[in-house]
């Protein structure tokens, strides 16, 4: 943790922040009092973008442990942006509630990137060995025996 300064730190915790604040205002109103015409797919939704909230509340208490929130939360948004908002947009066809959500999308796609510590990440997701990817053998040869004397293998006696 310490390639990471203390103003990193709280850039991202003002981060996770933003998140859980600006979820729990918008968005977890209608998880408890959801609106009688909610899609299916809306309630879904509303369900991941409350997981999210709750994410990031944990993130204000473990901002590095909880960087893959903010990988993924970027790349929704660019994925949206990318495949859906943009095309439309280009054709003169995004719709006005669909303004909305990419002006808040950009938005993301503009702060997370300058939140997260690009080194830490690298050095901890790019440089850093992965973890194996299966059960570590033991040795099942039988040890030789030492040719040592017995005092040097328990030790000197005092």
């Known amino acids: 943790m310490s390639e990471v300064s203390t103003f990193r730190l709280y850039v991202l915790r003002a981060m996770y922040a933003f998140m859980a604040i600006g979820l729990g205002v ?89 939140a997260i510590p690009w080194g830490y990440v690298f050095n901890q997701y790019v440089k850093a060995p992965g973890d194996r990817w299966r059960k570590q053998m033991t040795s099942s040869t039988p040890k030789q025996p030492s040719a040592s004397p017995p005092e040097a293998a328990t030790g000197p006696q005092r």
């Open 26 to 114: 918008f968005k977890l109103p209608a998880m408890f009092n959801p609106p009688a015409n909610l899609s299916t797919m809306g309630s879904v939704v509303l369900s991941v973008l409350a997981a999210l909230a709750l994410l990031a509340v944990l993130g204000i208490r473990y901002p590095l442990k909880i960087l893959p929130l903010l990988f993924f939360e970027f790349l929704w948004k660019a994925v949206w942006v990318l495949a859906f908002a943009l095309p439309q947009w280009s054709a003169g066809q995004l719709a006005p509630d669909a303004q909305e959500v990419l002006i808040n999308n950009l938005v993301g796609i503009v702060l997370v990137p300058l």
